[in-house]
């Protein structure tokens, strides 16, 4: 991560308890009613907006939340030096119901609107601080809650959401508990050098993104967080909010259960104006369930070559139909030590660890490489599964296979009948360095091998499968489909080997 410099002045804090400006601290967390059940609780926004009002880089200011509070949305100043602090699950907030508006964002009560405005983006504050508080979205059903606009999200043109940050540099979520958002729990738009830790969000609603980044966004770190949701539990949308690159995101130590993991999305889907990149995401020693994919690469095609230059994961396990669903150009996406359990929902067209799949119907997408080391399928249901299903003519430079394997301690009798199926597009080089084909039955399906230019690696002789000649590289051991016997090519012819 790039660093922000420490900014001296936060040595300057000013400190405020929440119970010595006035606050009633009265509400119940779980109902937002007064604590004991003795009618409404107390609306204590306007005390702590007020309080805060006057945090800026010459006079940074720390709330700290000793006790629970009903809001009416907290609106704070839009150029940051502002935290909150709180002290546990038993501090923090409720939502006031019919407030159609956000939890805490910063700004005034109309920083929310309109959510996408487009380039360019503003210069960027500094210094918020959120940690340790309960934070209760109080979603409702579109009628009560916080949104009374008929829909639990609230407006088409406005989103309610529990935390939204704009526009700011150094972010600090700790430690910070939300349940029941309306729509995302937490939205960051135009920000930089933001770090997520140690933070829990649960909400099976439309719409609740766990962390949902509008382009453009730099330097985050997430780590050490659950996220339960209905939809993405991170979101990296560039062309939304003011739209711009993303770039330089790490997430490591998470459990999810939600849509997918992540979302990479490089492009516009409605008239293709905004085309941006997203580049060095590495995720690792995560595990999670997904309905659709672990990865969502793309939301459309036509995106720049190699909108998403680099996705590396490491030391993962996912239970989902597809580790990658692809629909967008990438450069270098690594699965390292990533271990793929299929699961029941979208299954279609087939469970992979790489595919398109009607979820990015039609999109033709270019990739430069698609490296697998030491990936295992842990088999469910004795499912079949493949390792790569390309669809709608895409294309892929180099597909490197360096490690993977079945899960052979498993009790599953399954198979996979194809290592690349193919349903359409294509494959310029796979190189097979290693890879254990015990129950794996062939490479490719019937006329696969029309689909890749050519075949190479220090593993394919002992896949024990057959290669046509004609896809194979020079200098390369492996079995002849014409022959039925070892071979290799010396300035393209064959040979007996050894």
Known sequence: MAALPPDPLIAGMTYLRASEIGCALDCDLATGRKKGGNGPATDDAPRINQALAAASKDHPMTLIMDG?????GLFLPA?????IVGQGCQTGFFVKSGINNDGIHNGDENAGYPGDPGPPAPPRGRSVSLKNFVLNGNAGNGKSGVSTTGAVQGKPTQWYVSINLMNLDQIEIENVVILQSPSYHVRLSNVGHVQVKGCIFRSLGPSTDGLHFDGPANDITISGCNIISGDDAIALNCPEGYSGNIAR?????????SWSLMRLDTIQTSGNAYKFDIDAVTVQNCTGKFKMAAFLLGQGAGTHT??????TVSD???????VLEIGANFGVVR???VSFTSRDMHGEPGFAFARTSPYFYGCTYAGSLLEFENC?????????VAAVIPMYQSSIDTVRFNGYSWNKSSSSSATSPVLLDFVSGDIRHLIIDALDSDRILQPVSAQGFSHISLVSGSGVLSTAWEFPDNSMADSVPYISASTGKPAIKIDGIRM???
């Open 335 to 337: 699965l390292t030590r």
């Open 316 to 322: 993962c396990a996912f239970e989902a139909p597809a």
């Open 79 to 83: 150029g940051g030096y502002w935290s």
């Open 496 to 498: 007996p080997y050894p």
């Open 306 to 311: 190699e909108s998403i230059h680099s996705l």
């Open 376 to 384: 295992l399928i842990d088999p469910s249901n004795h499912r079949a």
């Open 249 to 257: 995101v790490t997430v490591s130590n998470c459990v999810f259960d």
């Open 68 to 72: 629970s509070a009903l809001i009416s």
